[in-house]
């Protein structure tokens, strides 16, 4: 470990340092970029929280996409001014760092960010097994209602079943390695956008054979009894999870071409494709059910625009295909977070932040393999705990705990941004920089919509704590150990959070 932190996190490095120095290929222009950040963003996030969202605010479904919207540009503004004035790839570990240098809120906020990304995975894989049976089920495979649903109340075990499962596989697959993963992003981003535009064509078609009453566009109903001010607060916060992910691209910026110039306008971009996507799909979905059917929406978790296709185009057989591109863009997600977080743990561990057991690598494959199973056992944990309830609404809780955590990390950003504005960079060009009063508002955003007045159930809270509480656990025992074996006299600590992921292909 470096004697001095702040040495460490610079650019200098001595001649005697064993470690070699990598230098990652930049290969993403702007239009992998845009592409890499429009996947990440809308990935499984529509397909999980439309039906809550419609089930607080009715027709006013797009009015809280348009709200999470703002909320996320504001923070990205900070993201941008932070990842152009440090352009290394360890995103809000490394912001939160450099503002305050306390190596304990350092882990706090990474490890938020890792269980931030398997509670999305969760959430993505109970979403992925809700989808594939309501394919079953629209194309005559599976036990059908008399409007066409999935009988949930017969086969929450087998989803929940498929859900594991899928979880499992995508271990396999991250033991494999990530070999070509951006490509394979592109290719599942451009299913995601085709599933996302049959859902808006067929809302449009609605509309064009005038069938659809455009007044509910504008028409609030209190659903859940809790006011105009509340039901949308409670809305965006859940519809914030579907605009998460815009900040795992600064990720990529070591593997991006001139990244100071092109970063601020794509992820601006990608941010404003995203939320016109997402505003199409709720204008799709409210022209296409009636008032009590998007009541009663709510109920169906994931499934909600499969049933949103199934219903809009009756006679038209892309409703038998599309629950099945839905599984493609979920998985995709769900892929994504679970690299992502297995790669943060391991980082730590090799940081002696967590037992370094979790930075071991598997021989030949070079994977984090004990990262992998750490991560994995913990979303499957996550899973059976919510379905252990049989009147949880598991993709509704798993869903609010990742935009709950996400938004206390954000939260921490952006009042980084703010203290890093005093800070010299680690360049001497300024590339992008955010007014002051937009860390502050964001800020205050992340932190309202993060409160308990959201109408959030209690067990997410409970997910959230008990999530942290075991890793700060772990950080106890990591400290306990270097303590008495002599290896550390100090806690655990960040020795270099730029490098955090050197040492894997």
Same mark, same amino acid.
């Not at 005038?210 to 859940?224: C, K, R």
């Not at 997600?333 to 598997?362: D, E």
């Not at 913990?378 to 009147?391: F, G, N, Q, R």
């Given at each position: 470990?470096?004697?001095?932190?702040?040495?460490?996190?610079?650019?200098?490095?001595?001649?005697?340092?064993?470690?070699?120095?990598?230098?990652?290929?930049?290969?993403?222009?702007?239009?992998?970029?845009?592409?890499?950040?429009?996947?990440?963003?809308?990935?499984?996030?529509?397909?999980?929280?439309?039906?809550?969202?419609?089930?607080?605010?009715?027709?006013?479904?797009?009015?809280?996409?348009?709200?999470?919207?703002? #909320?996320? $540009? !504001?923070?990205?503004?900070?993201? =941008?001014?932070? &990842?152009?004035?440090?352009?290394? *790839?360890?995103? +809000?570990?490394?912001?939160?760092?450099?503002?305050?240098?306390?190596?304990?809120?350092?882990?706090?906020?990474?490890?938020?960010?890792?269980?931030?990304?398997?509670?999305?995975?969760?959430?993505?894989?109970?979403?992925?097994?809700?989808?594939?049976?309501?394919?079953?089920?629209?194309?005559?495979?599976?036990?059908?209602?008399?409007?066409?649903?999935?009988?949930?109340?017969?086969?929450?075990?087998?989803?929940?079943?498929?859900?594991?499962?899928?979880?499992?596989?995508?271990?396999?697959?991250?033991?494999?390695?990530?070999?070509?993963?951006?490509?394979?992003?592109? #290719?599942? $981003? !451009?299913?995601?956008?085709?599933? =996302?535009?049959? &859902?808006?064509?067929?809302?449009? *078609?609605?509309? +064009?054979?005038?069938?659809?009453?455009?007044?509910?566009?504008?028409?609030?109903?209190?659903?859940?009894?809790?006011?105009?001010?509340?039901?949308?607060?409670?809305?965006?916060?859940?519809?914030?999870?579907?605009?998460?992910?815009?900040?795992?691209?600064?990720?990529?910026?070591?593997?991006?071409?001139?990244?100071?110039?092109?970063?601020?306008?794509?992820?601006?971009?990608?941010?404003?494709?995203?939320?016109?996507?997402?505003?199409?799909?709720?204008?799709?979905?409210?022209?296409?059910?009636?008032?009590?059917?998007?009541?009663?929406?709510?109920?169906?978790?994931?499934?909600?625009?499969?049933?949103?296709?199934?219903?809009?185009?009756?006679?038209?057989?892309?409703?038998?295909?599309?629950?099945?591109?839905?599984?493609?863009?979920?998985?995709?997600?769900?892929?994504?977070?679970?690299?992502?977080?297995?790669?943060?743990?391991?980082?730590?561990?090799?940081?002696?932040?967590?037992?370094?057991?979790?930075?071991?690598?598997?021989?030949?494959?070079?994977?984090?393999?004990?990262?992998?199973?750490?991560?994995?056992?913990?979303?499957?944990?996550?899973?059976?705990?919510?379905?252990?309830?049989?009147?949880?609404?598991?993709?509704?809780?798993?869903?609010?705990?990742?935009?709950?955590?996400?938004?206390?990390?954000?939260?921490?950003?952006?009042?980084?941004?703010?203290?890093?504005?005093?800070?010299?960079?680690?360049?001497?060009?300024?590339?992008?920089?955010?007014?002051?009063?937009?860390?502050?508002?964001?800020?205050?955003?992340?932190?309202?919509?993060?409160?308990?007045?959201?109408?959030?159930?209690?067990?997410?809270?409970?997910?959230?704590?008990?999530?942290?509480?075991?890793?700060?656990?772990?950080?106890?025992?990591?400290?306990?150990?270097?303590?008495?074996?002599?290896?550390?006299?100090?806690?655990?600590?960040?020795?270099?959070?730029?490098?955090?992921?050197?040492?894997?292909?």
């Amino acid at each position: 470990m470096a004697d001095s932190t702040d040495a460490a996190l610079g650019h200098e490095r001595s001649d005697t340092d064993p470690r070699p120095e990598h230098s990652l290929k930049r290969v993403m222009g702007p239009g992998l970029l845009l592409l890499f950040i429009v996947g990440d963003i809308l990935g499984a996030g529509v397909y999980a929280v439309t039906g809550q969202m419609a089930g607080y605010v009715g027709g006013l479904l797009w009015l809280p996409f348009l709200l999470a919207f703002v #909320v996320a $540009t !504001l923070t990205a503004f900070s993201y =941008l001014e932070l &990842v152009t004035k440090y352009p290394s *790839a360890a995103g +809000a570990a490394l912001y939160t760092h450099k503002a305050f240098g306390i190596h304990f809120l350092t882990f706090l906020v990474t490890f938020a960010v890792v269980c931030s990304g398997i509670t999305s995975a969760s959430t993505s894989a109970n979403t992925l097994a809700q989808n594939f049976f309501q394919g079953l089920a629209v194309n005559g495979v599976w036990d059908q209602t008399a409007d066409g649903s999935v009988v949930t109340s017969v086969d929450t075990g087998v989803v929940t079943a498929l859900a594991m499962g899928f979880m499992v596989l995508l271990a396999l697959i991250n033991l494999r390695g990530v070999g070509e993963s951006v490509k394979f992003n592109i #290719v599942l $981003t !451009l299913v995601e956008m085709v599933a =996302l535009c049959i &859902v808006i064509g067929v809302g449009f *078609a609605v509309i +064009a054979r005038g069938e659809a009453d455009m007044s509910e566009l504008v028409s609030f109903e209190d659903y859940q009894g809790m006011g105009w001010v509340f039901a949308v607060t409670a809305a965006t916060s859940i519809a914030f999870f579907a605009m998460v992910g815009f900040e795992d691209s600064v990720n990529m910026v070591e593997e991006t071409k001139h990244p100071e110039r092109i970063f601020p306008r794509t992820m601006l971009l990608g941010l404003g494709i995203a939320a016109l996507l997402y505003m199409l799909v709720a204008v799709s979905v409210v022209s296409v059910l009636s008032p009590g059917e998007l009541e009663r929406i709510y109920e169906s978790e994931g499934r909600a625009l499969v049933e949103v296709v199934h219903k809009g185009s009756p006679d038209f057989p892309i409703d038998k295909v599309f629950p099945f591109l839905a599984v493609f863009a979920v998985a995709n997600t769900a892929l994504i977070n679970m690299l992502m977080a297995s790669r943060l743990v391991y980082g730590m561990a090799r940081q002696r932040v967590l037992p370094r057991q979790l930075g071991s690598v598997l021989a030949g494959r070079r994977t984090p393999w004990f990262a992998i199973l750490f991560t994995t056992l913990l979303a499957l944990l996550l899973i059976w705990y919510v379905t252990s309830d049989p009147e949880s609404n598991v993709v509704a809780n798993l869903s609010s705990t990742t935009a709950l955590l996400l938004l206390c990390v954000f939260a921490v950003v952006n009042v980084a941004c703010l203290v890093l504005k005093r800070k010299r960079a680690d360049h001497d060009r300024t590339f992008f920089t955010a007014p002051v009063v937009v860390p502050v508002i964001a800020a205050l955003l992340c932190l309202y919509l993060a409160g308990p007045w959201v109408d959030r159930d209690g067990v997410v809270y409970e997910i959230a704590g008990g999530l942290m509480v075991i890793g700060v656990g772990l950080w106890l025992v990591t400290w306990l150990i270097n303590r008495f074996t002599n290896t550390d006299q100090a806690p655990p600590r960040f020795a270099d959070v730029e490098h955090m992921e050197d040492g894997l292909d």
